[in-house]
Structure formats: C-alpha cells, structure tokens
C-alpha cells in the first residue's frame, strides 16, 4: 500500500515534470528594446511635445502567450529627464523589481541609460503600460500588452477576429512639467480639464483661430483612427483606459458590445451599449458587425463623472468594403449623461466573475483597512488624503529601503487603519481642511487576507464627491462590493458582499459618495503601489503602500539604483 | 653663511606660516541651500516656466571675498528633470569633482536627491553660475559670482559703488524639451532667434495680439530693471554674459564704460560706448554718473554678430532722486551695426593685462592643437565639429570612468591635433559636409603649456561664418592673438602673437572667418570641458575635453555617481 502510493507519487512527479518541460519549451522570450524620445506630434491635430516609443505614442502593442518572458530594452533619450515604465495589471509574482515603479521599486533611469524590465506575462488577458515617473505618463508613454491563451486553452467566448486593441487617453496641450508646476505650487492651481479625447493617439482639437505651424485641422497624423470590419463577423476589442484624468464611456454607433472580459479575467458577459471605462481598466467586448454594412459608424468616447469641458474623442467603425476613412453619414449620437452615477454604479455591479472560472475569494479577512478619501489642504498646498494623511513620496526607493532596514528613508509609524467612521460626515466640506503628511506604509502579514474599504467624501467644494479610480500593484483583487454613502460596518459586510462570484481586478472605481471594498491576499513578497489611477491626484498624494514578505526579496538589482540613499551602496 | 641662510629660511617659514593662519582665519565659508524648481515666470511679459533658485531667476549673486569657502547645497525640486551647476570661471584647483559639468565630473543630479558643491573661490573677480546639463541653462538657472579683494589687498583703480551686477541673456518662449528635440530631430530643426534680451531677467516682449493670460504688458514681472545712480558718483558694474545663443552689444545711454576687469583678470583700462560681450564673458565696468542728472538714460543690449531677429533688451539707468521707473525722455539710440565684426575684434584686441598685473605667459608651447570649427552633418543630423569630429558624450562621466579605468565608456583614440590647412578652404561650403563623432580625448602632459588655435570658417550656409564664444573649464589661458582669414603656422606666430601683455581669461570669442590662438598650462589635474558656449552648438557637439594629471585626482565622491557604469560600483 505505501509503496503503489509511492510509485504512484513517483509517476505523478515524472508527469509535473514531462509537463513542466513542454510548457517551458512553449513559452516564448521576447526581446523588445525601446528608445524613449521626445517627438513633435500632431494627435489631435496641435502640435506638441510627446514622449514616444521609437517614435510612437502610444506605444507598439505588447503581444505575447501566456507563460511567455517579455525582456524589454528600455533605453532614455530624454535627454534631461528620468524615465520608469510600470507593467500594468502584470502582477510581477516573485519579481517585484521589475514593477518599474519610480520611489517604490526602482530609481528611475537617467538620460543615456538602459533599463532592462523582464519578466513573465503569466495569465492571458489584456495589460497595459505605462510611464510611472511623476506624471510623465500623460505626455503619451503608454500601450496596452495583448496576452492570449496558450495553444490547446480555450476561451469561454467564440470571436472571428482579436487583432484590435483601443487604447483611450486624454490630452493636455500644456507639458508635463507645466502641469507638476501647477499642482505643486502654492497657491495651488488646478491644470483644468485635457484639451481632447484621444482614441488609439487620434483626436480632433478645433484649430480654428490657431495659426497652422501649432494646428493643423488638415495634419494626417490627426485623422481619426479607423476600425475596419468585415460584415458577419464578431471582433474581440481589447479596449485600455489610459487617461490622466478623466473617466469615460465608450461606444460603438448602433452596436451592443458584450463584456467578456476585465483586468484579465473572464466576466460573465453582459451587454451594453456603453461601456464606462476608467482609467487603468482594461476590458475585451466583442461586437459583431451586424448592422448596415453600406455605411461606417462612430465610436466614440465621452467624459463621465466630472462636467465636460472636453470634446467626444471620434474613431470610425468601417464596414468592408466602404472606404476606412469615409465620415458616418449620422451626427454623432450623444453619450450617456455625464452625471448619470447610477449608470456607472450599475455597470461596477454588474462586472462578476463568469461562471466557471470563480475563484472564490477567502471567507474572512485577517484585516480591515478603512480607507476615507478626501481633499486637504496641507500647507497650504491642494492634496488627497487618506484617512487624513496626504503620501509623500520619499526619494529612495521603498524596497530597496526595506532591503537594507535603512529605517530613516520612510515614517516606519504604522499608517492609519481607519477614520472616525462615526462622527466623519462625508456629505459636507470639514471645518477644518487640513491634513497631514507622510511616508508610512501598511505591513501586512505574508499570505494574509486583507479587506479594504475605499470611503469617498465630499470635496472641499459643496456637494461634489470625485470619482476615483484605485488601482493596486502586485496583486489581483476580489471586488467584493459597491455601495453609496458610508459604509456601514454592522451591515453592509453581510448585506452587501459578493462572495459568490466576484470580479478579480487590478482597478476599481470609487464612485461619488460611495464605497468600494476589495479583497486581496498578501501573497506576493514586496512593496506595493495602490493609488487613484487619476495622474493629478497621485502626485498630490493619493497613494497608499503594501508592504508584505519582503524579507523574501532578493538583493536590489545595480540597474534600480542610483538615486539618494542607494549612492551610499557605491563602493569607488 | 650656511647658517644665517638656514635661519633665514626658518624666519620666512615662520611668518609664511603665521599669515597663512591669520588668512586661514579670515577666510569665511559660505553656507547656501538652493532649492530648484520650475516656476512660471513672466521675465518678458510672456509667462513661461523658468528654472528658479529659491523661486529667483537669475539667481542669487553670490557675494565671497577671495580666499572663501563656498558650499552651495543644491536640492533638485524639479521633478522629473536632472540638474548640474558648473562654477563658470572657478578653477577648481584641486577640486576637479566640483566642476559641475554632466557627463564630464559628475552624474546629473536626480529630482528629490542634493548635491553639495563645495570650492574655494581663489581670485577675486567676477565669475557665474549656470547649469551644465543638456541645454537647461537657457531655462533661466544661473547666476553671478562676486569676488572682492581680501582686506589689505587693494585694487589698481577706484570706484564709490560695487553693488551692482548685470546679468544679459536672451529667452526663449518654447522650452528646453523644444529646443532639444529640435536641435537631435531628423530633419534638423533650427531653434531661431531667441525671443527676448533679459537684462537682470528683465525683458519686454511685444504682447499685442496675444491672450492677456500668457502675455500681458502690464505685469510687474517684467518691468524694467532700474539701476540707480548718484550724480557724480562711479560705479563699478559687474556684468555677466549668459546667453543661450545671442552675442550682445551692452551700453549705457550719453555714458561712458571704462572696461577694468575680464574673466577675474584686471584690464589696461580702455573707455568704450558699447561693450560686446560674448556667451561666458564677465566683465567690470567703471560709469560715473556724469551726465545731466535731470533725467533717466536707457541701459541697452542688443543683437551683434547675427542678423538681429530680437529686439534690443532694455534697462533704465536712474539718476537719484528722479522715479526709477520713469522712462528716458530719449528714442532709444541704436547699438552698433549688428555685422561690424571690425569693430568686435577691435575690442578683443584691446583687452590687455593690466600693467603691474601682467602674469607673463610661457614664451613657447609644448604642444599646438588647432581646432577647425565646422558645421556639418552626421547621420542626416545637423552638427559642429573640431577637425571633422563631432562630439559625441558619454553617459558615464569621463572623470570616473577615467579614475576606474573603464576604457571602453569612451573613445581612446587620441582626439586629432590638426586638420588640413594647407587644403581646407576656410571660405566655402565643403562639397562634402558631412563629419565622424567620437568621444575621444585630448591627453597633455601634465604642467605642459598648451597652444591652442581656433580656426573658423564658413558654415553649410554661402557666405557665412558664425561667432563661437569658447569656454575652458578647470584654467584660465592667456589669449594670445586674435586674426583674419587661415592662421599662418610659419608667420602668424612669430607676427601677431602678443607674449607681452596678454589678457588671461576663461572665455573668448572665434570671429568669423577668423582665428584665435590662446595659451595654457595644464595644471589642475582632471579633466576639463573646452567648449563652445552657445547651448545649442554645445549640444551640437562643439565640445573637446582635456585630460591632464588625472592620475593625481581621488576617488570620485559618491554625489557624483548614480549613472551609467558607476551603477556597477553598487554593492549591495
């Protein structure tokens, strides 16, 4: 008996490793070297600065197979500024040094030098990435990564077609710099809403009154990017949100789109016309092109949650064989009402997990972090806060810190749990906007199950609650729930938690006056990012940090040094 | 005899000893923290960011006596963008690793990181400050430096007033990302003529037409600078050059200027009207208020050397108690023909050593390098060559990478010491433009005296030869003539070399079509930037670097590592 048990265990081990060889064998490398530059682009028709990807923006589309290596060559020619690109969405299991995170993981890489990212793209789904260097990401250094299933996995969903990616953004005329400017002086001045929407880098800026050399409504590079279907077939579009600010609906003239996936995981489909995309999301929709094939169609993007001061972003959907650049015959149909939250909110419910393939989420939390979100005033300068304290970044990165217990580089006071949750009133502007500020960080127990409560409030203006798009590093969560208004710590765990079927994501919104909560576990070693995606409200200091299991971290490469403490490690 | 001659000895000792103490404790040291940020300033009407120290640009002067210690703590609050501050003028005798330069002494420094400078500033004189990285000295970050004479030491000539500093520098609206990526796009783009002449950062651009909100004429940012003057009085007026691009004319409406100092060395005094000053140049100026002191005079700097597309920069030099913002009466009076490159070179010649100053020259050289200055194409990319080389930099500084013996960061080849001048037409297009690019070197024997002539010529453009301000790093040189046409190696020597009385400074113009022969002794082990001044040709490859006695210099401090190979230093 024990000894079949142990050839049986001995046949099981001979088999793990047959198969572990062929899936090693399958798993492709691929080597990407990229030169960041500064280059004059016309995307919405106004000539302005853009960081490019040899010579792109966005960026060439990452395509890789699940369990593939991406090594990525990433080579600054900025000539006076630093650059860091984060893997969006890839969780960086066992890699956490390579999440290309600036002040977290790495120091960012100086005018001249290389960065080589490498690591393992290890589920299939739709990623993205992006600059992660102060707000460098709006300036266009961004992409979307496209993971497919491995050859002999299936896809719970049948399409014709899964070539086209859309990556949505939003562009300011003023550079990055102006902006930082703006958001960090005193007195506070906000940058204002982005001058266009921008679907696959191509938008529409009315040049009217600007003299050619700066817009040119006739530019190539500003006409609209067009979408070509063969009439019958169903397409899957792998859709990114990569907007710096604003939250947006997205929608296809006359077609339904069914949602089948998010963040990388498979949602039971539901269909819609609009789909509320925030920024950090990303979403795969199929559509078939089932309409009037004598025409072409818009799609478009709208601005929700925030009154729009920014035009529609306007892509064409050309049915074969009309010609791809021929405008739709109709006016653009309106989007849905910007103010429309409970639109939004229903979407967020409706996002769970398809049917099997749940992965249910643990029963309990070992902890719950409350985290109230709010805009302050600390000294004198505008900021966001969570549970009263506004982030500041320190400039050695945290991991590397944490690696060499060098305990002066952050705040090592335990950062706030929770808020006073009975007396905070989250329907008013407080007497007193002031908060504090600080580099602590949240340890958590290595493989606990962690909750989070996201609490949104009112602003510092009257009756206006933001919506806020929080995005988590390292780790895929459990969406457990929505809700308006407080959240209710008697009640609205039993009431309102789905652990049936929830979502895993990476981004969730935190609606107007709402609550978000999420479940994660600790189980990846490091330190890690979870921030309002929203690059303004990042830099003024909506982030909070993970620390967990980060004594199993190996040695900090040499190519993540270089900035502040880490120059005491240089040994001349 | 013996020993009388001993005890001799020991007396001169002993007093050496006992006034290098009473020096020693005279000697102050300079304590400064400058904080460096982007801030809108609006110098010339138009609002632009501007690099600030402590919200100030021009920055703050700098005010020592001969013999102090300066420490300047430089904390980068730029964000996203790296900083290096060079001590234009500083010898940095025994302080190599102060110099300042980006890719030569030191890594840039990073957004959130501190670099301390610390230097002994050993001659009085007037010298600068400005950056030294990619073209970010044109933002607006730099500043002058005020040496006076230690007490007891006295001046050859006399003045009621030293408390005035003029800096001149032109402005540009777009921004150094602009300029950049312009100046390295493919096709070449050409920044043109800078906006503005800021004097103290002062300027007036014309604002009609244009949205109140980026230039209004009325904002008391850019009203004019007002020195104020007593009748009778003279003052001595240090001026500095710190253009991007500009040669200027200075002048100082119905007053006479006596030139008495250059580049930290005392002048044969000569009176002129207008005072040509290149990119680099500083100078003291003696103006006694002699004129009817009824009314206000403009103070002027204009356009030379270049077909002017940049108004004239204005000031307005006040005479107490008139207002002083109450403008001259006057038409401003033209400056000097803008292409009188006669009426330049007669100044250059006229700058002599002082009599009872003169520091005499090595009669002969150990070596001659003569540079030919060409413009040229390499890549398709428009460029500036030395003798048909282009210099490329490296991103791990010379100076480490020379200390740690990394001989493949860059080019070992020696750089070349001549051209074919026997051949070269100096007044034509070359049917072939088109050059190499290397980082290579020139290597001099330590103590050696070192000739080295500039040799224009015409540019890619018929009939044109362009004014480049040379600038040498870590010594000063004796300029020992100046002339037209091709340098004659058998006469030229012998016939217009001044071994006499030659000025020694840091900076000289190379007038077009002409040539400029200065002299050096390589004594301050390290190596040193010679260079154009003009930003963009700097950044065009117009640069050669001198390497002497590097052999003596120390290990490199840890501030000035972080990237390229100095990463592999890191031990962690």
Redesign the interface.
Known sequence: MVESRKSLTMIFLALKFFFMIISLSEARVHNYTWEI????KSQDCYKK?AIAINGMTPGPVISATEGDTIIVNVINRL????VAIHWHGIRQIGTPWMDGTDSVTQ??T????TFTYQFVVDRAGTYMYHSH????KETGLYGLIKVTVPPGKSEPFKYDDDRHSIVLSDWYHS????E??KL??LPFVWIGEPQSLLINGRGKYDCSNLNANVCNATNPECLPYSLTVVPGKTYRLRIGGLTSLSALSFQIEGHNMTVVEADGHYVEPFVTQNLYIYSGETYSVLVTANQASSRNYWMSTNVVGRKPATPPGLAIFNYYPNHFHKLPPTTLPPGPAWNDTRARINQSLAIKARQGFIQSPPSTADKVIVLLNTQNTFEGRRRWSLNNVSHTL??TPYLIAQ?KNWTDVFDQTPAPESYDFQNYDIYSVQGNTNTTSSSSIYRLKFNSTVDVILQNANTMNVNDSETHPWHLHGHDFWVLGYGDGKFNMSSDILEKYNLVDPIMKNTVPLHPYGWTALRFRADNPGIWLFHCHIEAHYLMGMLVLFESGSEMVG?????N????R???????
């Open positions: 530059t500064y280059q004059f600065l000539i006076m500024e630093n120091c960012a100086l005018p001249g030098d260097y102060g707000v460098q550079s990055s710099y102006a930082a400017t960090t002086s320190p400039h690696k040695e900090p490469p040499q190519q040094m270089g900035c502040g880490t120059k005491s490690l240089m040994k001349p």
